[in-house]
C-alpha cells in the first residue's frame, strides 16, 4: 500500500483550511452586521408621523381546532373561523371582532376583543364579525 499524504513543512496551513477560515470569519462578520441591523431597526424611534410602522403579517390570528395558526388580513362581515378553548386569538385590526359559537355569527356572543388585544377564549367559537368599516 502506498503513502498518499502530502508532506507539508512545520507551521505551513493548507491554503482550503486558511480559505476556510476566510469564509467563515466573513460569514460570522455578515451575520453579526444584519443582526445588528436588524435590532437597529427594530427598537429604532417611531417614524416622522409619530407611530412606528406595523409589522407585516394578517390582522387577525387564531388557533384553529386544527391546532394550526390561521391568520385573516382586512376582514369585514362575518367570517368562519373555528378555534379557542385554551389557544391564542390575536386581533389587531382597528375594530372589535366578536365571536360566535354557532357558524354565520348566530346566537348570543361568546366573547368581544378589542383592537390590539391577545386572549384565549372559552370555551370555543365558530364563527367571528368584524365591522364592515374601519
Given at each position: 500500500?502506498?503513502?498518499?499524504?502530502?508532506?507539508?513543512?512545520?507551521?505551513?496551513?493548507?491554503?482550503?483550511?486558511?480559505?476556510?477560515?476566510?469564509?467563515?470569519?466573513?460569514?460570522?462578520?455578515?451575520?453579526?452586521?444584519?443582526?445588528?441591523?436588524?435590532?437597529?431597526?427594530?427598537?429604532?424611534?417611531?417614524?416622522?408621523?409619530?407611530?412606528?410602522?406595523?409589522?407585516?403579517?394578517?390582522?387577525?390570528?387564531?388557533?384553529?381546532?386544527?391546532?394550526?395558526?390561521?391568520?385573516?388580513?382586512a376582514?369585514?362581515?362575518?367570517?368562519?373561523?373555528?378555534?379557542?378553548?385554551?389557544?391564542?386569538?390575536?386581533?389587531?385590526?382597528?375594530?372589535?371582532?366578536?365571536?360566535?359559537?354557532?357558524?354565520?355569527?348566530?346566537?348570543?356572543?361568546?366573547?368581544?376583543?378589542?383592537?390590539?388585544?391577545v386572549?384565549?377564549?372559552?370555551p370555543?367559537?365558530a364563527?367571528?364579525?368584524?365591522?364592515?368599516?374601519?
Amino acid at each position: 500500500m502506498r503513502d498518499t499524504r502530502i508532506p507539508l513543512r512545520t507551521g505551513a496551513a493548507p491554503a482550503l483550511l486558511l480559505a476556510a477560515a476566510a469564509v467563515a470569519a466573513a460569514t460570522a462578520t455578515a451575520t453579526a452586521a444584519a443582526t445588528a441591523a436588524a435590532t437597529a431597526a427594530a427598537t429604532a424611534a417611531p417614524a416622522a408621523g409619530g407611530t412606528a410602522p406595523a409589522a407585516a403579517g394578517p390582522d387577525f390570528q387564531y388557533v384553529g381546532q386544527d391546532d394550526r395558526v390561521h391568520g385573516l388580513t382586512a376582514p369585514k362581515g362575518c367570517v368562519a373561523a373555528e378555534g379557542g378553548g385554551s389557544r391564542a386569538v390575536t386581533n389587531h385590526t382597528r375594530g372589535t371582532a366578536t365571536f360566535y359559537r354557532e357558524p354565520g355569527c348566530a346566537g348570543a356572543p361568546v366573547e368581544r376583543l378589542g383592537p390590539g388585544t391577545v386572549t384565549q377564549v372559552r370555551p370555543y367559537f365558530a364563527s367571528v364579525r368584524f365591522p364592515v368599516t374601519g
